[in-house]
């Protein structure tokens, strides 16, 4: 007859489950919505959330002690469809997202005792906060590297986003800067082709922002894309530093959490800020009964390090919940959020803010409502709204300055714009509202 190895410990997915436990001030909270398949309960659908994603298994272990129970995720609080579990800060390597995602955004979403789960939401404590670096400038640092304040940065990529050549885009660059635009930016698509090669868009971008800040007495910059394999954008990082500029731009996604980190850290000894793209994060984000938030997305970004980051339009052509873009703003410019009905709470301790960037599909037009919606710590980042002006982009960035301006004095657009032919045509062009 076996006998059980001592100090052993059964656990079945019920046991992940107290209802009357407290959270630590070091536990992180993940808020998560459950869609449990058939024949499965509610509570046992959460119990197998929090054993998947700590210490369980499908079955009794010969090797649990009450040791490892310390690490064991807990759900405390169940409201159909949404759970919230508790994760010791033990359970994470400190400074390590990939591990801290392969917890608790793990195998989870691929078990069949589930039809649907949704990571919604985090609560990071100070603990593993204090192991990452947060933004190296942060709002008021960019501010101060643009000389601008009191009003949104305004942003533009060249269109068409890519097959445009380097001279062509330096060129581009020249028209956008001199109309009024703050930060040239390359699309996520756009890096290092045979058509636009990386380091001699920059030398010639350079060499018209040189031009433009002469002509115009503003400082002007350029978000140039160094996404790749993380040794070259290492070396891209350094190329943009050589060459005079104070931003890199990087895709944060498609490059994965740990080579963020790492570019991260070449930035901050460079003296560089970030500008993260979120291209890939609609596979995961889009579906609200499955994957992970955006809002999440945009948190964990927060304490890995960037300085701005997409977060929506709402009114512009992608989908995106005004709500959620709401939150994701709030939690990028406050340093504390207390608990809703929909979202955890949130200490940032000191934490350095970041700029929300508000982009797809915005034009002239819009620019008030995002303004009244979002308020001025915002780059706002328009693309065809500028390109596809019947005069051309400098008029087009023109049109979106001055867009901008009568927001601020609380002129409506159309009345703004009887002495500003720019904005005036790009009005009867696209009017005011949204297109898909």
């Known amino acids: 007859m076996m006998t059980e190895p001592p100090g052993r410990v059964d656990m079945g997915y019920l046991d992940y489950v107290d209802l009357s436990y407290r959270p630590s001030e070091s536990d992180l909270i993940a808020l998560f919505r459950v869609e449990p398949a058939e024949g499965i309960s509610m509570k046992e659908a959460a119990g197998r959330v929090a054993s998947e994603s700590s210490t369980g298994s499908w079955t009794e272990l010969t090797t649990r002690t009450e040791e490892i129970g310390r690490i064991d995720a807990r759900v405390f609080w169940i409201k159909r469809p949404y759970i919230k579990v508790a994760y010791p800060s033990i359970l994470f390597e400190m400074g390590n997202i990939p591990q801290m995602l392969s917890c608790f955004a793990g195998n989870i979403f691929g078990m069949k005792a589930l039809e649907g789960l949704r990571l919604v939401d985090l609560s990071i404590p100070s603990e ?6 947060g933004p190296g400038f942060g709002i008021e640092g960019v501010r101060s590297i643009l000389k601008v304040q009191g009003r949104p940065i305004l942003a533009t990529v060249p269109k068409p986003k890519v097959g445009l050549s380097a001279e062509k885009t330096a060129e581009l660059a020249y028209d956008i800067w001199v109309g009024g635009v703050d930060l040239l930016k390359d699309d996520e698509n756009l890096t290092d082709q045979r058509f636009n090669r990386f380091e001699e868009r920059l030398k010639l ?3 018209m922002r040189e031009k433009a800040e002469k002509e115009t007495g503003e400082r002007k910059s350029y978000l140039v894309n160094v996404t790749a394999e993380t040794k070259e954008m290492l070396r891209r990082a350094r190329m943009v530093k050589d060459y005079g500029n104070e931003f890199i731009m990087v895709d944060i996604l498609t490059v994965g959490w740990a080579a963020f980190q790492t570019l991260r850290e070449e930035a901050g000894d460079l003296g560089l800020a970030i500008h993260a793209h979120r291209a890939f994060h609609a596979a995961f984000t889009r579906n609200p009964k499955h994957g992970m938030s955006m809002l999440t997305v945009a948190k964990l970004a927060r304490m890995a390090g960037v300085d701005h980051i997409h977060v929506g339009a709402v009114f512009g052509k992608l989908e995106a919940d005004k709500r959620e873009v709401e939150l994701i703003v709030r939690n990028l410019r406050e340093n504390r959020i207390e608990e809703g009905r929909d979202h955890l709470a949130q ?13 797809g599909g915005l034009h002239p037009g819009l620019i008030p409502k995002v303004i009244k919606s979002f308020g001025v710590d915002l780059i706002i980042q328009v693309g ?24 601020l004095e609380d002129i409506p657009l159309r009345e703004y714009a009887k002495d500003k ?14 297109h898909i």
Request: net charge positive; no cysteine; hydrophobic share 45%.
């Open 421 to 434: 032919p720019e904005l005036m045509e790009a009005l009867k062009l696209w009017g005011t509202r949204g």
């Open 205 to 207: 971008v350079m060499r």
């Open 384 to 407: 065809a709204g500028v390109w596809g002006h019947p005069r051309g982009g400098r008029a087009g960035a023109k049109a979106v300055r001055q867009a901008i301006d009568a927001a």
């Open 128 to 133: 593993i906060l204090s192991a990452f670096p």
């Open 347 to 359: 200490s940032w301790d000191n934490v350095k803010t970041v700029f929300p960037t508000s982009s």
